[in-house]
């Protein structure tokens, strides 16, 4: 277990390590400059994000675990996790128009993401089931 911990831990940073690159990248393409401050800050948020969604993942191979228990309890943890990093950060102002705008896109962006890898789940139980039939 503890392996498999440090290997999401990994593959966590290492996406938010690519976000964060990315993000640079445009800053730099628009030649605009922020206090190494702000950048540092913005890439432990980063961090924080990506290590929390590797890890968490596990959550969805809780066997004894509804699949529905399993959704809630991922979707209540990741909006807890993201939105304390979000108003740390500063990535969401503390205004009432901010956080709607910010929860509607989390919330839109989590369940798209959610029915496509369930989407891609399903697919492949069917092929693994329609190959173990031949």
Same mark, same amino acid.
């Given at each position: @277990? ?7 831990? !990994?593959? *966590?940073?290492?996406?938010? %390590?690519?976000? /964060?690159?990315? %993000?640079? /990248?445009?800053?730099?393409q628009l030649a605009?400059? %922020? ?9 432990? *948020?980063? @961090? $924080? ?5 590797? =890890? #968490?993942? !596990? $959550? ?8 529905? &228990?399993? !959704? ?7 909006? #807890?996790?993201?939105?304390? =990093? ?11 128009? %901010? ?7 989390f919330i839109i ?6 029915? #496509?890898?369930?989407?891609? @789940?399903k697919k492949m139980?069917?092929? @693994?089931?329609?190959?173990? &039939? &031949?």
């Open positions: @277990m503890t392996v498999e911990l440090v290997k999401r831990s !990994l593959i *966590g940073l290492g996406i938010s %390590a690519l976000i /964060t690159f990315g %993000a640079l /990248t445009v800053l730099l605009l400059s %922020a206090p190494i401050q702000v950048l540092w800050e913005n890439m432990l *948020g980063s @961090m $924080i994000i990506g290590v929390y969604f590797g =890890v #968490s993942s !596990l $959550i969805f191979e809780v066997e004894k675990w509804s699949p529905l &228990k399993q !959704l809630t309890v991922h979707f209540l943890l990741s909006v #807890s996790v993201y939105f304390s =990093v979000a108003f740390l950060t500063g990535w969401v102002p503390l205004s009432f128009t %901010a956080t709607a705008i910010s929860a509607s896109c962006i989590y369940f798209i993401i959610w029915f #496509s890898i369930r989407n891609y @789940m139980e069917s092929e @693994m089931n329609s190959t173990l &039939k &031949k």
